[in-house]
């Protein structure tokens, strides 16, 4: 019965006498109801991709500012927790350093070695001072990194034996049975890694050495004396031919010139330079690549005191004792 009565209302709706109202506002409520599920499903459809965009964006962005800070830290793929600053003395050595700072990098990353690069650049007048601009450097970075690596510029790893990870004790790399050149037993130079509180315990290096040579052989001297036992590389095949690679430019003479009383008061331990009495100023930090190898070059201006050690200059006519007093600053 009910059905019979839906199939005549049905036809009454159809019949062509219906009111033209009752037909309209019919038409009204059925469009109202697709319109509504239409509005519907496309917001539906809307929210759905806009959710999907933001997350890509966010991924997106969030690989980029990871790969930046990677870049910028060189912590590509670190297996360590230890931040590595490697520490480079440098004066002059412009095609040393082209070949040095990339090829050290990308060794380093092989190793997945946390680390910084940077030049330490003496652009004062003085005589180049290997110990004070090492230092200077440890002064500026020892709040960002565990460990540093007092390293030449003209000295490369061959061998991928040769780890620079981060050392329980002070680690001599270039070990005299492995350097191409230097082969004494207190030999400590060339490449050396301690950690940031080791170097402080022993007040880093002397400021009195104006000129090439003897500042490791003092820093030898005031390791032992701190009771730390220097390590060096165990279980390494290759030899003094091919553990290294040695790129000094011979044409560069070294500054072994010796004046006033330096050659005896070189010669002793000093008890009264280091960390705490180092003078200079940091004239600018620049931030730059070599074929994509970030570094760091900190121009330093270091300070002399011709009472003290007036062989930072050894001109005849220049080297009258006079006192230059210099306030340290960082920018």
Same mark, same amino acid.
């Given at each position: 019965?009910?059905?019979?009565?839906?199939?005549?209302?049905?036809?009454?709706?159809?019949?062509?006498?219906?009111?033209?109202?009752?037909?309209?506002?019919?038409?009204?409520?059925?469009?109202?109801?697709?319109?509504?599920?239409?509005?519907?499903?496309?917001?539906?459809?809307?929210?759905?991709?806009?959710?999907?965009?933001?997350?890509?964006?966010?991924?997106?962005?969030?690989?980029?500012?990871?790969?930046?800070?990677?870049? #910028?830290?060189?912590?590509?793929?670190?297996?360590?927790?230890?931040?590595?600053?490697?520490?480079?003395?440098?004066?002059?050595?412009?095609?040393?350093?082209?070949?040095?700072?990339?090829?050290?990098?990308?060794?380093?990353?092989?190793?997945?070695?946390?680390?910084?690069?940077?030049?330490?650049?003496?652009?004062?007048?003085?005589?180049?001072?290997?110990?004070?601009?090492?230092?200077?450097?440890?002064?500026?970075?020892?709040?960002?990194?565990?460990?540093?690596?007092?390293?030449?510029?003209?000295?490369?790893?061959?061998? #991928?034996?040769?780890?620079?990870?981060?050392?329980?004790?002070?680690?001599?790399?270039?070990?005299?049975?492995?350097?191409?050149?230097?082969?004494?037993?207190?030999?400590?130079?060339?490449?050396?890694?301690?950690?940031?509180?080791?170097?402080?315990?022993?007040?880093?290096?002397?400021?009195?050495?104006?000129?090439?040579?003897?500042?490791?052989?003092?820093?030898?001297?005031?390791?032992?004396?701190?009771?730390?036992?220097?390590?060096?590389?165990?279980?390494?095949?290759?030899?003094?031919?091919?553990?290294?690679?040695?790129?000094?430019?011979?044409?560069?003479?070294?500054?072994?010139?010796?004046?006033?009383?330096?050659?005896?008061?070189?010669?002793?331990?000093?008890?009264?330079?280091?960390?705490?009495?180092?003078?200079?100023?940091?004239?600018?930090?620049?931030?730059?690549?070599?074929?994509?190898?970030?570094?760091?070059?900190?121009?330093?201006?270091?300070?002399?005191?011709?009472?003290?050690?007036?062989?930072?200059?050894?001109?005849?006519?220049?080297?009258?004792?006079?006192?230059?007093?210099?306030?340290?600053?960082?920018?």
């Amino acid at each position: 019965m009910k059905q019979n009565n839906k199939m005549k209302f049905k036809q009454r709706m159809k019949h062509p006498c219906l009111p033209l109202y009752f037909r309209k506002e019919k038409l009204l409520t059925t469009f109202s109801i697709y319109l509504a599920a239409l509005l519907t499903i496309m917001f539906i459809i809307t929210l759905t991709l806009s959710i999907k965009l933001l997350n890509a964006d966010s991924c997106q962005n969030e690989g980029n500012i990871i790969k930046y800070f990677s870049r #910028a830290t060189n912590m590509k793929n670190s297996s360590s927790n230890h931040r590595l600053a490697l520490l480079v003395p440098y004066r002059d050595r412009f095609e040393e350093l082209l070949e040095f700072v990339p090829y050290i990098h990308n060794f380093l990353n092989k190793q997945h070695i946390s680390h910084g690069i940077y030049v330490l650049n003496q652009v004062d007048g003085y005589r180049f001072n290997r110990a004070s601009l090492i230092n200077v450097g440890y002064l500026q970075v020892k709040e960002e990194y565990d460990y540093i690596a007092m390293h030449d510029v003209d000295l490369l790893p061959l061998n #991928a034996n040769l780890s620079y990870a981060y050392p329980q004790q002070p680690y001599h790399l270039a070990a005299p049975n492995l350097h191409p050149r230097y082969h004494y037993a207190k030999f400590i130079g060339g490449i050396l890694l301690i950690n940031r509180e080791q170097f402080g315990l022993v007040n880093g290096l002397s400021n009195n050495y104006w000129g090439w040579g003897l500042e490791d052989d003092e820093f030898y001297v005031r390791l032992k004396d701190a009771n730390l036992n220097i390590t060096r590389p165990e279980n390494v095949t290759t030899g003094i031919n091919n553990t290294f690679r040695h790129i000094h430019k011979r044409e560069r003479k070294r500054d072994t010139l010796k004046c006033y009383n330096q050659r005896e008061i070189t010669r002793k331990r000093d008890r009264k330079t280091g960390l705490h009495n180092i003078e200079y100023e940091l004239l600018t930090w620049k931030n730059m690549t070599i074929d994509f190898a970030p570094l760091t070059v900190m121009n330093i201006k270091l300070h002399c005191d011709l009472n003290l050690t007036p062989w930072c200059n050894c001109s005849s006519k220049s080297s009258t004792p006079t006192s230059n007093i210099g306030k340290q600053s960082k920018s």
